[in-house]
């Protein structure tokens, strides 16, 4: 049957839409005041048990497709008659019909409910699953509309605790509002969500299946990814991911069918992650930083996003068959075919190429794949669960990163060990530094000499200030639009153009005859409103909206790094870098595996974008967005130039709400390094220095008794801290120094002293090593304590003796801390850092 495989599709993304209906309804199907036709469709759609309908949230399905009739006639015709007709295989018997057995349904809906079980992980027509569904329609036929999501993130490695919190119900938008909470004042309002759901649903304006379902599908993560996808199960999996994920199960279920294949594993698998990011992100000239850096790391975003494009392309699948494309690093859902193993292969082949072509060694995407059965996904065999499978997939992929480009060095051997390029005097880039290559064109701009991709970043990083939209074009370029900025990274087929709402606008009517091939993308709406269709109508194109860390700074004037970090008393930038503690671990074993499900690991992924690819643009807004900027947020990490002062603020700021949102578990912590250099300072070795203290972050341990804390630090200045046991005491110390300092009652004296013992007490192992630190310290700052006549100052410097001379007091400044420090090395970095604060504010 004609497009019975994009049907399917959106079948499926449809299939549970009545579950949201039907809690914004005040009734029941007895006294719904909004189901009409469909309220007599019991005996077609709802199963039964002891005598009983149960699973009735399908009749609300089946009534929101009648109630948009109109919406979906261009698609599948008349629904009325294809009710009357009985027509198995139309959009609403599929849709609604998946509760039903399978000897009621056709093959194409038997795909629906079997995607819907493998989603879920349970067998939804068991005997177990309909009596736990007609005991909730006894203890209160409205109790369902009460309750709410649980967050995923909290979760991760717990059990049996009872004091959940739980998600608004509400849209998404990137500020706390979306966080979790304990308690609410009122009872969720899903009236008021739905309505507004329905009133930009009919804003899609499509007759053609891929751009109605890709615009339906960024439309439910914005209202259901708040909403429980089952209210009797635990409420961890939110409707949003159910749908996706059951859609992408169903169209690979419909291949796999197809090809009549007979192979255990009907599903792939598929992980990508990028090398040579950070490295090229950062190989910028730091004179001309401000050009190019936000250009360059907003460059690297749509060439990730090529190459899932391209994928998606060439094995011809949907958006929901992306699980996670964040952060330099992607998964994809595929049919286990060999017509998609062989076109995989060949894809790769074509993008490993293209990159050399385009950036030679410098970028790299390892892409590999792992086959998932049936019975992985349904939890019927405990080896063989979905973290162990995504653990396999991380090591192949892994493994094939420390071989880049092994197929191409067998073929073009030459291209790889010839020398190309001439060294010495030759030309090179003038932001990048990159030599050209012979018979590359220079392009001349502003008197600097550029390569033709590094110009193109340029021009990203400036058209980024005035861009609202985002328009991508599969195939040939747009004539109409040959005067805009467009580029298409790696020569992959897609080309990307850089708009505003008037340029879509006056292009309405051509870009209805590029149905399917253009979408236009939202970055994080307006202040992070998330509203992406709205404001420019549907006009039979793609419409999606996509998070991005770091597009607001681009509103305002591109200024360099030392005007950023500009203080006329004491000028330096600080280069942040902080990434999630052992993210593997918690992907592979953080979800218990009778838990794990190809929905949980999607929604567990899709937080962590929300957080550092969307909600970290509002944790910036809000602190001096002035004086420092995103180079890049994404996945689990982040990358930020500043001013010093303003580094570590966020990077407090991003671990706090960081914890918050993570529903304060302790599975989850935050590492980071920051380098504090000359604002003049090369901004890649800037990088490189942030690395190192990143590492020092990670490696950190503190011992308490027979406990343990590893990561969960922050280092800078050559000394990392755990955030929770030695920041908060060190930090305080410093405000001290810094007030006393301030108010002119401690000596400047005061801090080189300490600063001098400290570096002549040749502490090894956090010992002190020359006993007499000991006694000239205590004399140095006994004089020092005698000449002041500040109570306080005479408290501040006892303390530092008493502390530095006995270890076992296990105290700073008087207030308790457990740490693996000697005293003399937490009071010198206090006594560092209150130097620099007071360098800043003071001549």
């Known amino acids: 049957m004609e497009n019975m495989r994009e049907r399917i599709y959106l079948a499926a993304l449809l299939h549970d839409i009545g579950k949201f209906y039907q809690r914004a309804d005040t009734g029941n199907t007895i006294s719904s005041k909004y189901l009409k036709s469909s309220r007599q469709l019991e005996t077609m759609f709802c199963p039964v048990y002891a005598g009983k ?57 038997c795909i629906i409910k079997e995607a819907d079980c493998l989603s879920s992980g349970m067998d939804r027509s068991s005997d177990e699953a309909l009596k736990d569904e007609q005991d909730e329609l006894e203890t209160g036929w409205d109790a369902f509309k009460r309750k709410r999501m649980i967050s995923i993130l909290q979760t991760v490695g717990s059990k049996n605790r009872k004091d959940w919190l739980h998600l608004p119900v509400r849209e998404t938008e990137l500020s706390k509002e979306s966080f979790p909470k304990m308690n609410f004042e009122a009872a969720p309002d899903y009236e008021s969500l739905w309505k507004k759901f329905e009133s930009e649903f009919k804003f899609i304006q499509a007759n053609t299946y891929r751009a109605f379902s890709e615009t339906l599908l960024s439309l439910l993560l914005k209202y259901t990814s708040c909403i429980p996808a089952s209210t009797i199960n635990f409420p961890d999996v939110s409707l949003y991911d159910h749908l996706k994920t ?11 069918q197809q090809s009549e294949e007979t192979r255990k594993e009907p599903f792939l698998l598929i992980g990508a992650d990028f090398s040579g990011i950070q490295s090229y992100i950062y190989q910028i000239v730091s004179k001309y930083a401000g050009k190019n850096l936000k250009g360059r790391s907003f460059y690297l975003r749509i060439l990730s996003d090529t190459v899932v494009r391209y994928l998606l392309k060439e094995l011809n699948l949907f958006q929901a068959n992306v699980i996670y494309n964040s952060g330099g690093g992607f998964y994809l859902l595929a049919p286990n075919t060999s017509y998609v193993r062989e076109q995989l292969q060949k894809a790769v082949e074509t993008i490993e190429a293209h990159f050399f072509e385009a950036y030679g060694t410098a970028l790299f995407v390892a892409i590999d794949s792992v086959e998932l059965s049936k019975d992985a996904l349904m939890h019927k065999k405990a080896e063989d669960n979905l973290g162990s499978i995504w653990g396999k997939l991380f090591t192949k992929r892994d493994r094939k990163k420390s071989a880049k480009f092994a197929s191409r060095i067998k073929e073009n051997y030459k291209d790889f060990f010839t020398p190309s390029m001439q060294g010495g005097e030759a030309k090179r880039d003038s932001i990048t530094g990159e030599e050209f290559f012979s018979g590359e064109k220079i392009i001349e701009r502003d008197s600097l000499k550029l ?10 990083g400036k058209k980024l200030r005035e861009t609202d939209l985002i328009v991508v074009k599969e195939g040939e370029s747009l004539p109409y639009w040959k005067d805009k900025i467009h580029i298409s990274p790696a020569n992959l087929g897609f080309i990307y153009y850089f708009l505003n709402s008037i340029d879509l606008s006056q292009m309405k009517d051509k870009l209805c005859a590029s149905a399917d091939k253009v979408s236009v993308i939202t970055l994080n709406g307006k202040e992070g409103n998330c509203d992406f269709l709205r404001t420019v109508d549907g006009i039979n194109n793609i419409y999606s909206l996509e998070f991005y860390g770091g597009n607001e700074v ?12 500009e203080n006329n008393n004491f000028s330096r930038m600080g280069v942040l870098r902080m990434d999630v503690d052992n993210l593997g671990h918690i992907f592979q074993q953080g979800i218990a595996p009778e838990r794990a499900t190809l929905s949980r690991f999607a929604a567990l992924s899709r937080s962590f974008d929300f957080f550092f690819s969307g909600y970290l643009n509002t944790i910036w807004r809000e602190t001096d967005p002035d004086r420092s900027f995103i180079v890049y947020s994404g996945g689990d990490d982040v990358f930020i130039v500043g001013s010093w002062d303003v580094t570590i603020r966020l990077a407090e700021r991003i671990r706090e709400g960081f914890r918050e949102f993570t529903c304060y578990n302790s599975s989850f912590s935050l590492s980071g390094g920051i380098a504090i250099v000359s604002s003049k300072f090369p901004i890649m070795k800037g990088a490189e220095e942030s690395a190192v203290e990143e590492s020092a972050a990670k490696s950190h341990v503190v011992h308490e008794d027979k406990l343990i804390w590893e990561k969960n630090s922050i280092s800078f200045m050559d000394m990392p801290l755990n955030w929770d046991l030695e920041y908060p005491q060190v930090k305080k110390l410093k405000e001290k120094i810094c007030e006393m300092l301030q108010k002119g009652e401690l000596s400047k ?11 002549n007490a040749g502490i090894i192992g956090h010992l002190i090593t020359k006993p007499k630190t000991y006694w ?68």
């Open 749 to 759: 004296s005061f801090l080189s002293k300490v600063v001098n013992h400290h570096a």
């Open 451 to 460: 390569k033709k991709t590094t110009n193109e970043q340029i021009e990203i």
């Open 246 to 256: 059951t859609a992408a199960l169903a169209v690979c279920l419909y291949d796999f």
């Open 53 to 109: 309908y149960s699973h009735k949230h399908v009749l609300w399905t089946a009534q929101f497709i009648e109630d948009f009739a109109a919406v979906f006639k261009n698609l599948v015709g008349n629904i009325s008659d294809a009710i009357v007709a009985s027509d198995k295989d139309s959009l609403i018997n599929l849709a609604a019909g998946h509760h039903l057995h399978k000897d009621q349904l056709s093959e194409f809906g």
């Open 554 to 565: 681009d509103k305002r004037k591109v200024v360099t790094l030392e005007e950023m970090c």
């Open 776 to 843: 000239m310290l205590t004399y140095d700052l006994s004089r020092m304590k005698e000449r002041s006549n500040n109570g306080d100052v005479k408290i501040l410097i006892d303390n530092c003796i008493h502390e530095v001379c006995d270890k076992s007091l296990h105290k700073l400044n008087n207030e308790s801390i457990t740490t693996d420090y000697h005293a003399l090395e937490l009071w010198t970095f206090a006594v560092r850092w209150a130097e620099l604060e007071y360098r800043k504010d003071n001549e």
